[in-house]
């Protein structure tokens, strides 16, 4: 079982920055990992995702260019720096580990989840 921790959320305006954190309770360095958000109302969407080398890396088309995902193994930690925020960037934000090593897109392959940091941004 791993435990996993988010934070580095909260209140932000437009245009601003945060830098999310997940940190886990035991080593994850083989496994991909990625960040999520879920907004009220509204589905469970990936944000982010990175193979267990942290050599490749996944950012759909809302987000590319504006959020970074980085880990550091020997820290057991994944980051989420996201820029440029916009106010449909609220939501609250989990980070997760992936059952594979390699880049994972489909969420469905997530198997253990923190229990999320609430980012709101207002304009």
């Known amino acids: 079982q791993v435990q996993l921790v988010e934070s580095g959320g909260g209140l932000v305006q437009a245009g601003g920055s945060l830098r999310l954190s997940c940190a886990a309770s035991?080593?994850?360095?083989?496994?991909?990992m990625g960040w999520f958000r879920q907004a009220p109302g509204k589905e469970r969407v990936l944000v982010a995702a990175i193979s267990g080398s942290g050599s490749s890396t996944f950012y759909p088309d809302s987000v590319k260019g504006r959020f970074t995902i980085s880990r550091d193994n020997s820290k057991n930690t994944v980051y989420l720096q996201m820029e440029s925020l916009k106010p449909e960037d609220t939501a609250v934000y989990y980070c997760a580990v992936s059952s594979s090593t390699g880049l994972t897109i489909h969420i469905e392959f997530y198997r253990y989840w923190g229990q999320g940091t609430q980012v709101t941004v207002s304009s």
């Open positions: 035991r080593t994850f360095t083989n496994y991909a």
